[in-house]
Nanobody, 124 residues
Framework: QLQASGGGLVQAGGSLRVSCAAS????????IGWFRQAPGKEREFVAAIRWNSQSTRYGDSVKGRFTISRDNAKNTVNLQMNSLKSEDTAVYYC???????????????????WGQGTQVTVSS
């Protein structure tokens, strides 16, 4: 089970951190990804991290502004979002998939488990 939290309203240029808490199973061999979906738009890959390594990947639109990290002790993956823009407004979802190769981490269909989403709204 994945539980996303930490969304909210922030002004453009501000920062926000969303978290994904994992429970109910071990995610040791899994990749945890963040995706987002804005109204009327397709789901977009944001970032991914492997549970058992430092390997990370980011979508082009968030590179240099967002940082994904994990806290193994708390079974949590965090997404720190800085320099937020109005176009970052979306529902953010975390997802988990097992043994996803690097080149496929941006593909939502590789992830078997999804959290419920948390709303992030950036006002301009």
């Amino acid at each position: 089970q994945l539980q996303a939290s930490g969304g909210g309203l922030v002004q453009a240029g501000g920062s926000l951190r969303v978290s994904c808490a994992a429970s109910g199973r071990t995610f040791r061999d899994y990749t945890i990804g963040w995706f987002r979906q804005a109204p009327g738009k397709e789901r977009e890959f944001v970032a991914a991290i492997r549970w058992n390594s430092q390997s990370t990947r980011y979508g082009d639109s968030v590179k240099g502004r967002f940082t994904i990290s994990r806290d193994n002790a708390k079974n949590t993956v965090n997404l720190q979002m800085n320099s937020l823009k109005s176009e970052d407004t979306a529902v953010y979802y975390c997802a988990a998939g097992r043994s996803i190769i690097t080149s496929a981490q941006a593909m939502g269909n590789q992830y078997a488990y999804w959290g419920q989403g948390t709303q992030v709204t950036v006002s301009s």
